[in-house]
């Protein structure tokens, strides 16, 4: 399994930007999907940005155009930087990896529980 340690969330007014942190530990290869993920209260935890180790980033619906997912391999870090937010991004942010069959994976397409690594998860509030 891969380490994982979240970092940069915070409280932030409506419109407003943050960028998100990953530490992992290296990859062995690059058969593998890294993605974040988000639960709100009263809410099932639900993915909004992923990256493979072919480097494609997909978005849901929600986060396109708002929120950028990218990596450092250098620095093993995974980044989101996340703009014009609204109430509805309120939540615990968590970074997740998986090893996968190749490296160009539809990684939008695992099922939240086939994920196999978490961090402890980074809260993000905003405010109206």
């Known amino acids: 399994q891969v380490q994982l340690v979240e970092s940069g969330g915070g409280s932030v007014q409506s419109g407003g930007s943050l960028t998100l942190s990953c530490a992992e530990t290296r990859h062995s290869n690059n058969r593998y999907c890294m993605a974040w993920f988000r639960q709100a209260p009263g809410k099932e935890r639900e993915g909004v940005a992923f990256?493979?180790?072919?480097?494609?980033?997909m978005y849901v619906d929600s986060t396109k155009g708002r929120f950028t997912i990218s990596q450092d391999n250098a620095k093993n870090t995974l980044y989101l930087l996340m703009n014009s937010l609204n109430p509805e991004d309120t939540a615990m942010y968590y970074c997740?990896?998986?090893?996968?069959?190749?490296?160009?994976?539809?990684?939008?397409?695992?099922?939240?529980?086939?994920?196999?690594?978490w961090g402890q998860g980074t809260q993000v509030t905003v405010s109206s």
């Open positions: 997740a990896a998986t090893e996968v069959p190749y490296s160009n994976y539809p990684c939008d397409t695992i099922w939240p529980s086939r994920w196999t690594s």
């Open positions: 990256i493979n180790g072919h480097g494609r980033a």
